[in-house]
Protein backbone atom coordinates (compact mmCIF):
# COMPACT_ATOMS: atom_id res chain seq x y z
CA UNK A 1 0.00 0.00 0.00
CA UNK A 2 2.41 2.51 0.40
CA UNK A 3 2.15 5.50 2.10
CA UNK A 4 -0.21 5.73 4.88
CA UNK A 5 -2.88 8.58 5.14
CA UNK A 6 -4.60 9.62 8.41
CA UNK A 7 -7.58 8.16 9.90
CA UNK A 8 -9.95 11.19 8.92
CA UNK A 9 -8.70 10.79 4.84
CA UNK A 10 -9.23 6.82 5.54
CA UNK A 11 -12.84 7.10 6.72
CA UNK A 12 -13.85 9.58 4.43
CA UNK A 13 -12.87 7.29 0.99
CA UNK A 14 -14.15 4.48 2.92
CA UNK A 15 -17.68 5.84 3.12
CA UNK A 16 -17.28 6.96 -0.18
CA UNK A 17 -16.00 3.53 -1.70
CA UNK A 18 -18.55 1.92 0.21
CA UNK A 19 -21.68 4.03 -1.02
CA UNK A 20 -24.04 2.51 -3.05
CA UNK A 21 -27.26 4.97 -2.27
CA UNK A 22 -25.59 7.87 -4.76
CA UNK A 23 -25.64 10.29 -1.79
CA UNK A 24 -22.67 12.31 -3.86
CA UNK A 25 -20.97 14.89 -2.08
CA UNK A 26 -17.91 17.02 -2.87
CA UNK A 27 -15.10 16.69 -0.94
CA UNK A 28 -12.35 18.33 1.45
CA UNK A 29 -9.60 20.18 0.57
CA UNK A 30 -7.08 17.54 1.27
CA UNK A 31 -8.19 15.23 -1.19
CA UNK A 32 -6.50 18.08 -4.01
CA UNK A 33 -3.45 18.87 -1.77
CA UNK A 34 -2.18 16.31 0.32
CA UNK A 35 1.01 15.04 -1.15
CA UNK A 36 0.47 11.78 0.90
CA UNK A 37 -2.42 11.12 -0.80
CA UNK A 38 -0.79 12.35 -4.33
CA UNK A 39 1.88 9.35 -3.69
CA UNK A 40 -0.71 6.63 -3.20
CA UNK A 41 -2.73 7.78 -6.36
CA UNK A 42 0.71 7.84 -8.13
CA UNK A 43 1.29 3.97 -7.40
CA UNK A 44 -2.59 2.86 -6.82
CA UNK A 45 -4.47 4.60 -9.81
CA UNK A 46 -1.36 5.57 -12.73
CA UNK A 47 1.33 2.73 -11.72
CA UNK A 48 -1.70 0.19 -11.55
CA UNK A 49 -3.86 0.95 -14.61
CA UNK A 50 -4.20 2.08 -17.94
CA UNK A 51 -3.14 5.33 -18.43
CA UNK A 52 -2.91 7.16 -21.38
CA UNK A 53 0.03 8.38 -23.11
CA UNK A 54 -1.06 10.24 -26.56
CA UNK A 55 -2.84 9.65 -30.11
CA UNK A 56 -1.34 7.34 -32.36
CA UNK A 57 -1.08 9.60 -34.91
CA UNK A 58 1.11 11.51 -33.34
CA UNK A 59 3.73 8.73 -33.82
CA UNK A 60 2.17 7.80 -36.94
CA UNK A 61 5.69 6.68 -38.64
CA UNK A 62 8.43 3.50 -37.01
CA UNK A 63 10.84 5.33 -35.51
CA UNK A 64 9.06 8.26 -34.29
CA UNK A 65 8.47 8.62 -30.55
CA UNK A 66 7.34 10.82 -27.28
CA UNK A 67 8.25 11.14 -24.20
CA UNK A 68 5.74 11.17 -21.20
CA UNK A 69 5.62 10.88 -17.50
CA UNK A 70 3.46 8.38 -16.43
CA UNK A 71 3.38 8.50 -11.94
CA UNK A 72 6.93 8.68 -11.13
CA UNK A 73 7.97 6.79 -14.66
CA UNK A 74 9.25 8.16 -17.27
CA UNK A 75 7.87 6.31 -20.35
CA UNK A 76 9.13 6.97 -24.02
CA UNK A 77 6.43 5.02 -26.67
CA UNK A 78 7.80 4.89 -29.92
CA UNK A 79 6.40 2.84 -33.16
CA UNK A 80 9.02 0.36 -34.28
CA UNK A 81 10.21 -1.00 -37.53
CA UNK A 82 7.17 -3.39 -37.60
CA UNK A 83 4.69 -0.74 -36.79
CA UNK A 84 3.83 -1.54 -33.59
CA UNK A 85 2.86 0.94 -30.49
CA UNK A 86 5.64 0.25 -27.61
CA UNK A 87 6.63 1.81 -24.45
CA UNK A 88 9.53 1.65 -22.63
CA UNK A 89 11.44 2.75 -19.50
CA UNK A 90 13.02 6.18 -20.51
CA UNK A 91 15.58 5.99 -18.26
CA UNK A 92 19.46 5.07 -19.14
CA UNK A 93 20.27 1.28 -17.73
CA UNK A 94 23.77 3.29 -17.67
CA UNK A 95 23.30 5.81 -15.15
CA UNK A 96 19.80 6.51 -15.14
CA UNK A 97 19.85 9.40 -17.71
CA UNK A 98 16.94 10.43 -20.07
CA UNK A 99 17.30 9.21 -23.18
CA UNK A 100 14.84 11.17 -24.98
CA UNK A 101 12.82 14.31 -24.71
CA UNK A 102 9.01 15.78 -25.91
CA UNK A 103 9.09 13.98 -29.24
CA UNK A 104 11.02 13.15 -32.68
CA UNK A 105 12.17 10.87 -34.84
CA UNK A 106 15.36 8.48 -34.30
CA UNK A 107 16.52 5.49 -35.83
CA UNK A 108 18.20 4.20 -32.18
CA UNK A 109 17.52 5.88 -29.14
CA UNK A 110 21.13 7.54 -27.88
CA UNK A 111 22.04 8.21 -24.77
CA UNK A 112 22.80 12.43 -24.38
CA UNK A 113 25.30 11.59 -20.92
CA UNK A 114 27.54 8.49 -22.67
CA UNK A 115 26.15 7.49 -25.92
CA UNK A 116 24.49 3.74 -25.11
CA UNK A 117 22.22 3.69 -27.68
CA UNK A 118 19.44 1.27 -27.64
CA UNK A 119 16.79 -0.30 -30.85
CA UNK A 120 13.08 0.18 -31.34
CA UNK A 121 12.88 -3.00 -29.73
CA UNK A 122 14.66 -1.86 -26.54
CA UNK A 123 17.72 -3.59 -26.82
CA UNK A 124 20.94 -1.74 -25.70
CA UNK A 125 22.83 -1.97 -29.20
CA UNK A 126 25.89 -0.36 -28.35
CA UNK A 127 27.62 1.23 -25.34
CA UNK A 128 31.27 3.14 -25.82
CA UNK A 129 34.09 1.41 -24.15
CA UNK A 130 32.21 -1.25 -22.19
CA UNK A 131 33.65 -4.19 -23.71
CA UNK A 132 36.71 -3.82 -22.13
CA UNK A 133 34.49 -4.24 -18.90
CA UNK A 134 35.21 -8.28 -17.61
CA UNK A 135 31.39 -8.74 -16.21
CA UNK A 136 29.34 -6.21 -18.53
CA UNK A 137 26.74 -8.46 -20.57
CA UNK A 138 24.90 -6.56 -23.31
CA UNK A 139 22.08 -8.56 -23.21
CA UNK A 140 21.46 -7.51 -19.99
CA UNK A 141 20.53 -4.02 -20.62
CA UNK A 142 17.35 -3.41 -22.51
CA UNK A 143 15.22 -0.96 -21.41
CA UNK A 144 12.00 -2.57 -19.13
CA UNK A 145 9.06 -2.90 -21.63
CA UNK A 146 5.77 -1.37 -20.63
CA UNK A 147 1.87 -2.91 -21.66
CA UNK A 148 0.59 -0.89 -24.41
CA UNK A 149 -3.20 -1.19 -25.19
CA UNK A 150 -4.74 1.00 -28.47
CA UNK A 151 -8.62 2.03 -27.86
CA UNK A 152 -9.70 3.96 -30.72
CA UNK A 153 -6.66 5.58 -31.90
CA UNK A 154 -5.62 6.23 -28.29
CA UNK A 155 -2.66 4.75 -27.08
CA UNK A 156 -2.85 3.61 -23.08
CA UNK A 157 0.38 2.53 -21.13
CA UNK A 158 0.42 0.20 -17.91
CA UNK A 159 3.76 0.38 -16.29
CA UNK A 160 2.94 -1.93 -13.66
CA UNK A 161 2.62 -4.56 -16.49
CA UNK A 162 -0.16 -6.20 -14.33
CA UNK A 163 -3.98 -4.48 -15.45
CA UNK A 164 -6.47 -6.94 -17.34
CA UNK A 165 -7.01 -5.60 -20.60
CA UNK A 166 -8.95 -1.93 -20.90
CA UNK A 167 -10.98 -2.38 -24.26
CA UNK A 168 -13.46 -4.37 -21.93
CA UNK A 169 -13.79 -2.26 -19.06
CA UNK A 170 -14.98 0.24 -21.88
CA UNK A 171 -17.82 -1.86 -23.27
CA UNK A 172 -20.87 0.06 -21.83
CA UNK A 173 -19.42 3.20 -23.57
CA UNK A 174 -18.94 1.71 -27.16
CA UNK A 175 -22.63 2.20 -28.18
CA UNK A 176 -22.52 5.80 -27.06
CA UNK A 177 -18.97 7.06 -28.75
CA UNK A 178 -18.78 4.41 -31.59
CA UNK A 179 -20.76 6.10 -34.34
CA UNK A 180 -18.79 9.36 -33.93
CA UNK A 181 -15.88 7.10 -35.49
CA UNK A 182 -13.10 9.41 -33.59
CA UNK A 183 -10.72 6.82 -34.05
CA UNK A 184 -10.57 7.89 -38.04
CA UNK A 185 -9.94 11.66 -37.19
CA UNK A 186 -6.36 12.82 -36.87
CA UNK A 187 -4.56 15.38 -33.98
CA UNK A 188 -4.07 18.54 -35.98
CA UNK A 189 -2.69 20.00 -33.11
CA UNK A 190 -0.94 19.14 -29.49
CA UNK A 191 0.45 21.08 -27.17
CA UNK A 192 1.28 20.83 -23.32
CA UNK A 193 -0.04 23.25 -20.32
CA UNK A 194 1.03 23.06 -17.12
CA UNK A 195 -1.98 24.18 -14.70
CA UNK A 196 -1.52 25.01 -11.25
CA UNK A 197 -4.72 22.63 -10.04
CA UNK A 198 -5.12 19.31 -8.97
CA UNK A 199 -5.38 16.90 -11.75
CA UNK A 200 -8.57 15.64 -9.98
CA UNK A 201 -10.09 18.64 -9.92
CA UNK A 202 -9.53 18.82 -13.85
CA UNK A 203 -11.13 15.50 -14.30
CA UNK A 204 -14.01 16.54 -12.34
CA UNK A 205 -14.22 19.94 -14.23
CA UNK A 206 -14.46 18.39 -17.65
CA UNK A 207 -16.81 15.96 -16.99
CA UNK A 208 -19.42 17.99 -15.33
CA UNK A 209 -22.13 20.20 -17.23
CA UNK A 210 -23.01 22.03 -14.28
CA UNK A 211 -20.45 25.00 -15.01
CA UNK A 212 -21.31 25.36 -18.98
CA UNK A 213 -24.02 27.99 -18.61
CA UNK A 214 -22.28 30.41 -15.97
CA UNK A 215 -18.45 29.80 -16.40
CA UNK A 216 -18.93 29.65 -20.55
CA UNK A 217 -21.30 32.14 -20.34
CA UNK A 218 -20.57 33.66 -23.66
CA UNK A 219 -18.51 30.75 -25.27
CA UNK A 220 -20.90 27.52 -24.81
CA UNK A 221 -23.58 28.52 -23.34
CA UNK A 222 -25.11 29.76 -26.53
CA UNK A 223 -24.67 25.97 -27.82
CA UNK A 224 -25.00 23.11 -24.85
CA UNK A 225 -26.18 25.19 -21.99
CA UNK A 226 -26.44 23.44 -18.73
CA UNK A 227 -30.46 22.52 -18.89
CA UNK A 228 -29.44 20.26 -21.86
CA UNK A 229 -27.12 18.13 -20.49
CA UNK A 230 -27.63 14.44 -19.58
CA UNK A 231 -25.97 11.64 -17.99
CA UNK A 232 -24.90 8.82 -19.67
CA UNK A 233 -23.40 5.35 -18.64
CA UNK A 234 -20.44 4.71 -16.67
CA UNK A 235 -18.88 1.64 -15.08
CA UNK A 236 -15.94 0.51 -13.63
CA UNK A 237 -13.05 2.48 -16.05
CA UNK A 238 -15.26 5.46 -16.70
CA UNK A 239 -18.03 7.61 -16.81
CA UNK A 240 -19.54 9.81 -19.42
CA UNK A 241 -22.53 12.79 -20.31
CA UNK A 242 -24.31 14.23 -23.25
CA UNK A 243 -24.13 18.05 -23.47
CA UNK A 244 -27.14 18.48 -26.05
CA UNK A 245 -26.95 21.27 -28.41
CA UNK A 246 -29.10 24.42 -28.66
CA UNK A 247 -32.10 23.95 -31.59
CA UNK A 248 -30.76 27.60 -32.52
CA UNK A 249 -27.22 26.72 -32.81
CA UNK A 250 -25.66 26.06 -36.15
CA UNK A 251 -24.99 22.44 -37.27
CA UNK A 252 -21.52 21.82 -36.57
CA UNK A 253 -19.50 19.72 -40.12
CA UNK A 254 -18.09 17.51 -41.47
CA UNK A 255 -19.95 14.72 -39.21
CA UNK A 256 -19.66 11.07 -40.22
CA UNK A 257 -22.71 9.34 -42.13
CA UNK A 258 -23.53 7.13 -38.64
CA UNK A 259 -23.93 9.74 -36.76
CA UNK A 260 -27.88 9.50 -35.56
CA UNK A 261 -29.97 12.93 -35.28
CA UNK A 262 -28.97 13.40 -31.93
CA UNK A 263 -25.53 12.79 -32.06
CA UNK A 264 -25.72 15.36 -34.68
CA UNK A 265 -26.66 17.80 -32.50
CA UNK A 266 -24.86 16.93 -29.11
CA UNK A 267 -21.49 16.23 -28.21
CA UNK A 268 -20.46 13.27 -25.88
CA UNK A 269 -17.58 14.11 -22.76
CA UNK A 270 -16.14 10.84 -21.27
CA UNK A 271 -12.98 10.11 -19.16
CA UNK A 272 -11.12 6.98 -19.07
CA UNK A 273 -9.87 6.61 -15.38
CA UNK A 274 -7.67 7.93 -14.08
CA UNK A 275 -6.30 10.50 -16.90
CA UNK A 276 -8.06 10.87 -19.63
CA UNK A 277 -10.87 13.23 -20.61
CA UNK A 278 -12.23 14.50 -24.01
CA UNK A 279 -15.91 15.88 -25.53
CA UNK A 280 -16.19 14.42 -29.08
CA UNK A 281 -18.68 16.60 -31.48
CA UNK A 282 -20.22 15.64 -34.75
CA UNK A 283 -17.35 17.14 -36.63
CA UNK A 284 -14.03 17.58 -33.71
CA UNK A 285 -13.04 16.16 -30.56
CA UNK A 286 -10.90 18.52 -27.76
CA UNK A 287 -8.82 15.56 -25.41
CA UNK A 288 -6.83 16.22 -22.51
CA UNK A 289 -4.24 13.74 -21.34
CA UNK A 290 -3.54 14.94 -17.42
CA UNK A 291 -0.13 14.01 -16.00
CA UNK A 292 0.04 14.94 -12.93
CA UNK A 293 3.24 16.56 -11.43
CA UNK A 294 2.17 17.32 -8.02
CA UNK A 295 -0.61 17.29 -5.67
CA UNK A 296 -1.30 21.05 -7.07
CA UNK A 297 0.22 20.89 -10.51
CA UNK A 298 -0.57 19.37 -13.67
CA UNK A 299 0.92 18.75 -16.81
CA UNK A 300 -1.25 18.33 -19.55
CA UNK A 301 -1.34 17.14 -23.35
CA UNK A 302 -4.03 18.89 -25.36
CA UNK A 303 -5.10 18.11 -28.74
CA UNK A 304 -7.51 18.60 -31.20
CA UNK A 305 -8.99 15.80 -33.67
CA UNK A 306 -10.45 16.80 -36.88
CA UNK A 307 -12.17 14.67 -39.98
CA UNK A 308 -9.84 13.96 -42.51
CA UNK A 309 -9.69 16.76 -45.40
CA UNK A 310 -10.95 19.15 -42.55
CA UNK A 311 -7.93 20.63 -41.64
CA UNK A 312 -8.26 23.60 -43.17
CA UNK A 313 -12.00 24.39 -43.02
CA UNK A 314 -13.47 27.90 -41.27
CA UNK A 315 -15.57 25.54 -39.20
CA UNK A 316 -12.35 23.71 -37.70
CA UNK A 317 -10.53 27.11 -37.19
CA UNK A 318 -13.30 28.47 -35.17
CA UNK A 319 -13.83 25.21 -33.15
CA UNK A 320 -9.88 25.54 -32.37
CA UNK A 321 -10.25 29.06 -31.47
CA UNK A 322 -13.51 28.12 -29.08
CA UNK A 323 -11.47 25.11 -27.35
CA UNK A 324 -8.67 27.47 -26.32
CA UNK A 325 -11.29 30.29 -24.79
CA UNK A 326 -13.15 27.67 -22.80
CA UNK A 327 -9.80 26.00 -21.65
CA UNK A 328 -8.55 29.15 -20.67
CA UNK A 329 -12.24 30.23 -18.75
CA UNK A 330 -12.09 26.24 -16.91
CA UNK A 331 -8.38 27.40 -15.88
CA UNK A 332 -9.05 30.21 -14.44
CA UNK A 333 -12.09 28.55 -12.29
CA UNK A 334 -9.92 25.43 -11.54
CA UNK A 335 -6.29 27.52 -10.39
CA UNK A 336 -9.18 29.61 -8.11
CA UNK A 337 -10.67 26.88 -6.33
CA UNK A 338 -7.14 25.12 -5.74
CA UNK A 339 -5.97 28.70 -4.02
CA UNK A 340 -8.66 27.44 -1.78
CA UNK A 341 -8.22 24.18 -0.45
CA UNK A 342 -6.30 25.40 2.44
CA UNK A 343 -9.16 27.20 3.84
CA UNK A 344 -10.59 26.07 7.06
CA UNK A 345 -13.91 26.44 5.69
CA UNK A 346 -13.52 24.20 2.45
CA UNK A 347 -17.10 22.77 2.00
CA UNK A 348 -18.47 19.14 1.53
CA UNK A 349 -21.32 20.09 0.38
CA UNK A 350 -24.10 18.31 -1.87
CA UNK A 351 -23.04 17.71 -5.55
CA UNK A 352 -26.00 19.06 -8.13
CA UNK A 353 -28.59 16.23 -9.94
CA UNK A 354 -27.04 13.64 -11.38
CA UNK A 355 -27.27 14.95 -15.02
CA UNK A 356 -25.20 18.08 -14.19
CA UNK A 357 -22.83 16.46 -11.20
CA UNK A 358 -23.65 12.61 -11.30
CA UNK A 359 -20.49 12.26 -13.20
CA UNK A 360 -18.24 13.63 -10.54
CA UNK A 361 -19.31 10.62 -8.70
CA UNK A 362 -18.38 8.67 -10.16
CA UNK A 363 -15.13 9.90 -10.59
CA UNK A 364 -14.75 9.88 -6.71
CA UNK A 365 -15.53 6.40 -6.09
CA UNK A 366 -13.30 4.96 -8.60
CA UNK A 367 -10.68 6.91 -6.65
CA UNK A 368 -12.03 6.04 -3.26
CA UNK A 369 -12.53 2.59 -4.04
CA UNK A 370 -8.63 2.16 -5.24
CA UNK A 371 -7.21 4.46 -2.94
CA UNK A 372 -9.12 3.23 0.56
CA UNK A 373 -8.24 0.39 2.34
CA UNK A 374 -11.43 -0.98 2.85
CA UNK A 375 -10.73 -1.83 -1.30
CA UNK A 376 -7.27 -3.13 -0.32
S1 LIG B 1 23.62 7.44 -18.39
FE1 LIG B 1 23.14 6.86 -20.40
S2 LIG B 1 25.05 6.36 -21.29
FE2 LIG B 1 25.54 6.91 -19.27
FE1 LIG C 1 -15.60 23.97 -18.72
Redesign the pocket.
Given at each position: MGVVLDSQQNELLNAVACDETRSAHSMPGWYYNDNALFEREKSELFASGWVCAGHVSEIAKPGQYMAVTIGNEPVVVLRDREDHVRAYSNV?R????A?VEGKGKAAVLT?P????SYGLDGRLRK?PYMDAVADFDISNCSLPEFGVEEWRGFIFVNTNNDASPLAPKLADLEPHVANYRFEERHSIETWFEEWGTNWKALIENFMEGYHLSVTHATTLDPITPTELCEKLASGEGFTAYRSNYRDSSQQREPFPKELTEQERRSSVLFSVFPNFVITVGPNCAVFLILLPETSQTVNIKMGILVQEGADDLQATTDYINLAHEFNAEDRAMLEAIQRNTRTKHRPVSSLAPESFEGTIWDFTRYVARHISEAAS
Amino acid sequence: MGVVLDSQQNELLNAVACDETRSAHSMPGWYYNDNALFEREKSELFASGWVCAGHVSEIAKPGQYMAVTIGNEPVVVLRDREDHVRAYSNVCRHRGMALVEGKGKAAVLTCPYHAWSYGLDGRLRKAPYMDAVADFDISNCSLPEFGVEEWRGFIFVNTNNDASPLAPKLADLEPHVANYRFEERHSIETWFEEWGTNWKALIENFMEGYHLSVTHATTLDPITPTELCEKLASGEGFTAYRSNYRDSSQQREPFPKELTEQERRSSVLFSVFPNFVITVGPNCAVFLILLPETSQTVNIKMGILVQEGADDLQATTDYINLAHEFNAEDRAMLEAIQRNTRTKHRPVSSLAPESFEGTIWDFTRYVARHISEAAS
